[in-house]
């Protein structure tokens, strides 16, 4: 069964950092996951993804080399390195296959205060 857990979320200042976890069960764990965003009213957008490798990375352009999106493939976990964070980077995150299929986890809210 695909389940897809995201954890690492919390409040912090801006200017701050937070590594974000997801761990990948079953075929939700993919040769390309990405994580991706969405902040109250607003819908969910991309924010990173990797390859199989780890070679090929890509980011959506907001982020400006704050984030770093990594994965260890033996934990079936993908990760989220985030420096500089902004109040405008609040949202809850989630990671998913890229392009993502219909079957996404709780997320994990991540809080920047100004």
């Known amino acids: 069964q695909a389940q897809l857990v995201e954890s690492g979320g919390g409040l912090v200042q801006a200017g701050g950092s937070l590594r974000l976890s997801c761990v990948a069960s079953?075929?939700?764990?993919?040769?390309?996951m990405g994580w991706f965003r969405q902040a109250p009213g607003k819908e969910r957008e991309f924010v990173a993804a990797?390859?199989?490798?780890?070679?090929?990375?890509m980011y959506a352009d907001f982020v400006e080399d704050r984030f770093t999106i990594s994965r260890v493939n033996a934990r079936n976990t993908v990760y989220l390195q985030m420096n500089g964070l902004k109040p405008e980077d609040t949202a809850v995150y989630y990671c998913n296959s890229n392009p993502p299929t219909n079957s996404w986890g709780q997320g994990t809210q991540v809080t920047v205060s100004s």
């Open positions: 990797i390859d199989w490798d780890g070679v090929i990375t």
């Open positions: 079953g075929r939700a764990f993919t040769d390309y």
